[in-house]
């Protein structure tokens, strides 16, 4: 079987190439409104350029898997603030897009987390679409509306999780349908536990994002790898692409749900067991904070084991 790696936004080898540049909406009301205008884009550009340098960086380095920054554009969403952030950098959006294709990587969105359909709020709910709304016009412009993902946790359990994955079903509904066509779901280090997700997937007909570090977090349950990898294998069946999981390791036995700096290869090595079991094609999304450097050793760690093959810059063969 065959093990692609990917990282979260930030090449962290490359000199001052954050995506994610910000402005914030306080510094925002002091500006004039050309100043406004003109910060906005000069952010935007810069964050798209980046994100074309981190690109490149895949390219050289063979890494197929990338996740778009949410950040790419300031103030996007804000309801106070409204500005044409497509128009003016149709170009870099296609040259995104066109190296994307072209190098067959496989990229996604991860909104965050407040971008959630559980609420009894519909102000809640209307923000959640307007979100992913958001991320969809981006992909659009980038001409990969039909083949990145945009992953979504359930959301929150307020007191009652039935009640909660009820008005989910229900809210769901306000999401446009080929904006929900391309969402995945994760499930949770702290509520929605991988069986509970899975139901939710299973339902919807939604790809679920399977975390393993998350499922080693919340596994109250103990719920069996097992069990629950098949029915996870089968909500990716009708696109015709490897599932995807995320990878990290605890910080610490005290700080258990927090992300570690790189990867530790004897924490996933219960999952590559299984895995290797069932031996079908998966790709791995390293959210270590160490971000390309923890893939990177990953890779090398791995790659040093019995039976571990290193194929490709950031391709495993087991």
Same mark, same amino acid.
């Given at each position: 079987?065959? *093990? @692609?790696?990917?990282?979260?936004?930030?090449?962290?080898?490359?000199?001052?190439?954050?995506?994610?540049?910000?402005?914030?909406?306080?510094?925002?009301?002091?500006?004039?409104?050309?100043?406004? #205008?003109?910060?906005?884009?000069? *952010?935007?550009?810069?964050?798209?350029?980046?994100?074309?340098?981190?690109?490149?960086?895949? *390219?050289?380095?063979? #890494?197929?898997?990338?996740?778009?920054?949410?950040?790419? !554009?300031?103030? %996007?969403?804000?309801?106070? !603030?409204?500005?044409?952030?497509?128009?003016?950098?149709?170009?870099?959006?296609?040259?995104?897009?066109?190296?994307?294709?072209?190098?067959?990587?496989?990229?996604?969105?991860?909104?965050?987390?407040?971008?959630?359909?559980?609420?009894?709020?519909?102000?809640?709910?209307?923000?959640?679409?307007?979100?992913?709304?958001?991320?969809?016009?981006?992909?659009?412009?980038?001409?990969?509306?039909?083949?990145?993902?945009?992953?979504?946790?359930?959301?929150?359990?307020?007191?009652?999780?039935?009640?909660?994955?009820? @008005?989910?079903?229900?809210?769901?509904?306000?999401?446009?349908?080929?904006?929900?066509?391309?969402?995945?779901?994760?499930?949770?280090?702290?509520?929605?536990?991988?069986?509970?997700?899975?139901?939710?997937?299973?339902?919807?007909?939604?790809?679920?994002?399977?975390?393993?570090?998350?499922?080693?977090?919340?596994?109250?349950?103990?719920?069996?790898?097992?069990?629950?990898?098949?029915?996870?294998?089968?909500?990716?069946?009708?696109?015709?692409?490897?599932?995807?999981?995320? #990878?990290?390791?605890?910080?610490?036995?005290?700080?258990? @749900?927090?992300?570690?700096?790189?990867?530790?290869?004897?924490?996933?090595?219960?999952?590559?067991?299984?895995?290797?079991?069932?031996?079908?094609?998966?790709?791995?999304?390293?959210?270590?904070?160490?971000?390309?450097? %923890?893939?990177?050793?990953?890779?090398?760690?791995?790659?040093?084991?019995?039976?571990?093959?290193?194929?490709?810059?950031?391709?495993?063969?087991?």
């Amino acid at each position: 079987m065959q *093990i @692609r790696f990917g990282y979260v936004s930030h090449a962290l080898s490359l000199w001052e190439a954050t995506p994610a540049k910000t402005l914030t909406y306080s510094r925002y009301k002091k500006m004039s409104p050309e100043e406004r #205008i003109e910060k906005l884009e000069y *952010i935007t550009r810069t964050n798209l350029l980046h994100t074309l340098r981190a690109l490149h960086y895949n *390219i050289a380095h063979e #890494i197929n898997l990338y996740r778009f920054s949410s950040s790419l !554009v300031p103030l %996007a969403t804000h309801y106070e !603030v409204e500005w044409d952030y497509i128009t003016p950098f149709e170009d870099l959006y296609k040259e995104i897009g066109s190296l994307v294709q072209r190098h067959e990587m496989r990229t996604s969105f991860h909104p965050n987390q407040f971008t959630l359909f559980t609420s009894d709020k519909n102000h809640v709910t209307q923000n959640a679409v307007q979100d992913m709304e958001y991320h969809y016009a981006l992909l659009e412009a980038m001409g990969l509306h039909e083949e990145s993902h945009i992953n979504l946790h359930v959301g929150g359990a307020y007191g009652n999780k039935e009640n909660a994955l009820k @008005r989910f079903h229900e809210n769901l509904n306000t999401l446009p349908g080929p904006i929900k066509d391309q969402m995945t779901l994760e499930n949770d280090d702290k509520t929605y536990t991988t069986s509970e997700t899975l139901e939710v997937c299973e339902k919807e007909s939604i790809p679920m994002m399977f975390d393993y570090h998350h499922f080693m977090a919340n596994n109250t349950e103990e719920e069996s790898l097992t069990d629950l990898l098949p029915r996870f294998y089968k909500t990716w069946e009708r696109l015709g692409m490897p599932p995807k999981i995320h #990878i990290s390791s605890p910080k610490s036995e005290n700080a258990f @749900r927090s992300h570690a700096s790189y990867v530790d290869p004897e924490f996933i090595k219960p999952l590559l067991k299984e895995l290797k079991r069932l031996d079908v094609a998966v790709d791995f999304m390293i959210e270590a904070k160490e971000k390309d450097r %923890a893939l990177l050793q990953l890779i090398d760690d791995l790659s040093n084991i019995r039976g571990y093959k290193r194929v490709g810059g950031a391709t495993l063969k087991i």
